[in-house]
């Protein structure tokens, strides 16, 4: 009898070890499709805005959240439309479309290494610079 | 000789509880010098309160029971933590995360199975949990009594003043508070000294006032309607029941009128912020106008005057912060991001918080909903049997309860540091044990 149970026991261990286990993939490959929802969301907005540096360009944030900083573009009346925000590797990390009554946001904030947007850092942080300067 | 030594053990157990307790109370403290020795001491005490269970656990081994389905279940929720470091975020704050879990466990399991034939065993744990209840109460007291702007936060325009005693802010200690309500209602009803109950019952005003001081609405419905659990499961007349759950409703009503009588300070009708402000620059500083952290539901997408008013019913900023949260988790809905990795990034306009405040979104945010489900099935199972018979420990079960009731407005489940996280697991494993424990 004893034996049995243990045999039973083992056994139910062992499947729920094996469960278990099996649950690393589905969380990464959750992992992936999410981040993958959020670069195209991103993508979007980057596609939206066009090149980075054109006339409607008239707003930026410097070191918000994780220290990214962002640039923000004019539509219709709307002077914070469209926004993207960036790491220093120039890695978009969040992106905003606020030209409905209310924000779409696409981010991935929380794991800024799981973008694959790319933009020149370089560029994109002497837009900033640009804005942040008193007028002359 | 062998009840000396199990007295003296039990004894020294709910000691050593006590303390850990207080010293878990004193790292959420806003005195520097409690926060500095309560990190260290807690982790101190933990081991040593293990120490004992295991000794107890050994010296009384054909005492100690644990049912099967609850040892497999904190096993199961437990080792489902461990395994998300393999798709975690940050896997070396998950990793950390499931380390405290696991120690606050094992020496949970080990101190709930001596409790299996020792219903002495168990009093004196749930009395060491509310003496360390009572004494942090007590310690804010006098702080309010020597320094009061210390002892309370000053009222602003979206806050009455409220009192957050020895804690980091007004909703820290009622969490503890709410926990040990029911265990003074239950001893205040139980059979015993006549002393013994109105020094309960005396310590049950004194953490409903301190409670209600603090404006905590999660902590108020939370002890409170823990106290109904502990009514109902007492073995008590129905006639008597229902005068003692029509009492514990009308104190509630009470206190929930009184936190409304202090008021914030008056709104000098702060205007909708401009569409733009240059502030003299070539561009915007978007963030001077429409701060990320609280874009949703901020006065610039209204066009409509600024400013937060709380009141006992509203909760507008915190709905809004917790559909963004439930958003949040679904972009991961099966696993999440990893045990203790709650994510959470805040956008919402009127609401200050680096988590969603809401534990069981939390753990949506943090496991997905494998997880939460895995974690209710869990309390389930150590509640179940509690449910059917009445004649439990209704002190165990209400603390579970308002635990549980707390995880509404509170994120702790996952949270080593938070000042209730060792007593609620800790009640929950006691909770679970048979009916001749308590």
């Given at each position: 009898?004893?034996?049995?149970?243990?045999?039973?026991?083992?056994?139910?261990?062992?499947?729920?070890?094996?469960?278990l286990?099996?649950?690393?993939?589905?969380?990464?490959?959750?992992?992936?499709r999410?981040?993958?929802?959020?670069?195209?969301?991103i993508?979007?907005?980057?596609?939206a805005?066009?090149?980075?540096?054109?006339?409607?360009?008239d707003?930026y944030?410097?070191?918000?959240?994780?220290g990214?900083?962002?640039?923000?573009y004019?539509?219709?009346?709307?002077?914070?439309a469209?926004?993207?925000?960036f790491?220093?590797?120039?890695r978009?990390v969040?992106?905003?479309?606020?030209?409905?009554?209310?924000?779409r946001?696409?981010s991935?904030?929380?794991?800024?290494s799981?973008?694959?947007v790319?933009?020149?850092g370089?560029?994109a942080?002497?837009?900033?610079?640009?804005?942040?300067?008193?007028?002359? | 000789?062998?009840?000396?030594?199990?007295e003296?053990?039990d004894?020294?157990?709910?000691s050593v509880?006590?303390?850990?307790?207080?010293?878990?109370?004193?790292?959420s403290s806003?005195?520097?010098?409690?926060?500095?020795?309560?990190?260290?001491?807690?982790?101190?005490l933990?081991?040593?309160?293990g120490?004992?269970?295991?000794?107890t656990?050994?010296?009384?081994?054909?005492?100690w029971?644990?049912?099967?389905?609850?040892?497999?279940?904190?096993a199961?929720?437990?080792?489902l933590?461990f395994?998300?470091?393999?798709?975690?975020?940050?896997p070396?704050?998950?990793?950390?995360?499931?380390?405290?879990?696991?120690?606050?466990l094992?020496?949970?399991?080990?101190?709930?199975?001596?409790?299996?034939?020792?219903?002495?065993?168990t009093r004196?744990?749930?009395?060491g949990?509310?003496?360390?209840a009572?004494?942090?109460?007590?310690?804010?007291?006098?702080?309010w009594?020597?320094d009061?702007s210390?002892a309370?936060?000053?009222a602003?325009t979206?806050?009455?003043?409220?009192?957050?005693?020895?804690g980091?802010?007004?909703d820290?200690?009622?969490?503890?508070?709410?926990?040990?309500?029911p265990?003074?209602?239950?001893?205040?009803?139980?059979?015993?000294?006549r002393?013994?109950?109105?020094?309960?019952l005396?310590?049950?005003?004194g953490?409903?006032?301190?409670?209600?001081?603090?404006?905590s609405?999660?902590?108020l419905?939370?002890?409170?309607?823990?106290?109904?659990?502990v009514?109902?499961?007492?073995p008590?007349?129905l006639?008597?029941?229902?005068?003692?759950?029509?009492?514990?409703?009308?104190?509630?009503a009470?206190?929930a009128w009184?936190?409304t009588?202090?008021?914030a300070?008056?709104?000098?009708?702060?205007?909708a912020?401009?569409?733009?402000?240059?502030h003299?620059h070539r561009g915007?500083?978007?963030?001077?106008?429409?701060?990320?952290?609280?874009?949703?539901?901020?006065?610039?997408?209204?066009?409509?005057?600024a400013?937060?008013?709380?009141?006992?019913?509203?909760?507008?900023s915190?709905?809004?912060?917790?559909?963004?949260?439930?958003?949040?988790a679904?972009g991961?809905?099966?696993?999440?991001?990893g045990?203790?990795a709650?994510?959470f990034v805040?956008?919402?306009?009127?609401?200050h918080?680096?988590n969603?405040?809401?534990?069981y979104?939390g753990l949506?945010?943090?496991v997905?909903?494998?997880?939460l489900?895995?974690?209710?099935?869990?309390?389930?199972?150590?509640?179940?049997?509690?449910?059917r018979r009445?004649?439990l420990?209704?002190?165990?079960v209400?603390?579970?309860?308002?635990?549980?009731?707390?995880?509404?407005?509170?994120?702790?489940?996952?949270?080593a540091?938070?000042?209730?996280f060792?007593?609620?697991?800790?009640?929950?494993l006691?909770?679970?044990?048979?009916?001749?424990?308590?």
């Amino acid at each position: 009898m004893s034996t049995w149970w243990q045999r039973r026991s083992v056994l139910w261990a062992a499947a729920a070890v094996v469960a278990l286990l099996a649950l690393i993939p589905l969380g990464r490959w959750e992992a992936r499709r999410h981040a993958q929802n959020e670069i195209r969301g991103i993508r979007s907005v980057l596609a939206a805005i066009g090149p980075l540096d054109q006339p409607s360009l008239d707003a930026y944030r410097i070191g918000v959240g994780p220290g990214l900083d962002c640039l923000l573009y004019k539509r219709a009346a709307n002077p914070f439309a469209l926004e993207i925000c960036f790491d220093g590797a120039g890695r978009v990390v969040e992106g905003y479309d606020r030209r409905g009554g209310s924000p779409r946001i696409w981010s991935l904030r929380e794991d800024p290494s799981a973008s694959t947007v790319q933009i020149d850092g370089a560029r994109a942080l002497a837009l900033v610079k640009r804005l942040s300067q008193p007028r002359p | 000789m062998t009840r000396l030594s199990r007295e003296r053990l039990d004894l020294a157990s709910a000691s050593v509880l006590a303390l850990l307790v207080l010293a878990g109370a004193s790292a959420s403290s806003n005195e520097h010098l409690l926060r500095t020795a309560g990190s260290p001491a807690r982790l101190l005490l933990l081991v040593v309160l293990g120490g004992l269970a295991l000794v107890t656990a050994l010296r009384f081994r054909s005492e100690w029971r644990l049912r099967p389905w609850v040892a497999a279940g904190a096993a199961a929720f437990c080792a489902l933590a461990f395994v998300s470091t393999g798709w975690a975020v940050l896997p070396m704050s998950t990793l950390k995360r499931d380390l405290s879990l696991a120690a606050v466990l094992v020496v949970a399991v080990l101190v709930a199975g001596s409790t299996a034939h020792s219903p002495r065993t168990t009093r004196l744990l749930l009395d060491g949990i509310l003496v360390a209840a009572a004494v942090f109460a007590a310690g804010g007291l006098v702080l309010w009594l020597f320094d009061a702007s210390k002892a309370v936060q000053p009222a602003t325009t979206e806050y009455a003043a409220r009192f957050q005693g020895l804690g980091d802010n007004p909703d820290t200690a009622p969490l503890l508070f709410a926990i040990a309500m029911p265990i003074a209602l239950q001893r205040a009803l139980a059979p015993g000294a006549r002393r013994a109950r109105a020094l309960a019952l005396a310590t049950l005003l004194g953490l409903a006032a301190a409670v209600t001081a603090s404006g905590s609405r999660g902590g108020l419905l939370a002890g409170f309607l823990s106290l109904l659990v502990v009514v109902w499961l007492a073995p008590m007349t129905l006639r008597r029941r229902a005068a003692a759950s029509a009492a514990v409703v009308a104190a509630l009503a009470l206190c929930a009128w009184v936190t409304t009588v202090p008021s914030a300070l008056p709104q000098h009708g702060t205007a909708a912020p401009a569409l733009a402000q240059p502030h003299g620059h070539r561009g915007i500083d978007a963030e001077s106008v429409l701060p990320l952290e609280a874009e949703i539901g901020s006065p610039w997408w209204t066009h409509k005057a600024a400013g937060v008013h709380r009141s006992l019913f509203g909760a507008s900023s915190r709905v809004r912060a917790l559909q963004g949260a439930i958003h949040q988790a679904l972009g991961r809905p099966l696993l999440g991001t990893g045990f203790g990795a709650e994510l959470f990034v805040s956008r919402y306009y009127g609401f200050h918080s680096g988590n969603p405040e809401d534990g069981y979104v939390g753990l949506l945010m943090q496991v997905g909903a494998i997880g939460l489900a895995l974690f209710v099935a869990f309390v389930a199972i150590c509640m179940a049997p509690a449910l059917r018979r009445r004649a439990l420990a209704s002190a165990a079960v209400g603390a579970v309860a308002a635990g549980l009731l707390l995880g509404l407005s509170q994120s702790f489940f996952h949270a080593a540091g938070d000042i209730v996280f060792v007593p609620f697991w800790l009640l929950l494993l006691l909770g679970s044990q048979p009916a001749e424990s308590t």
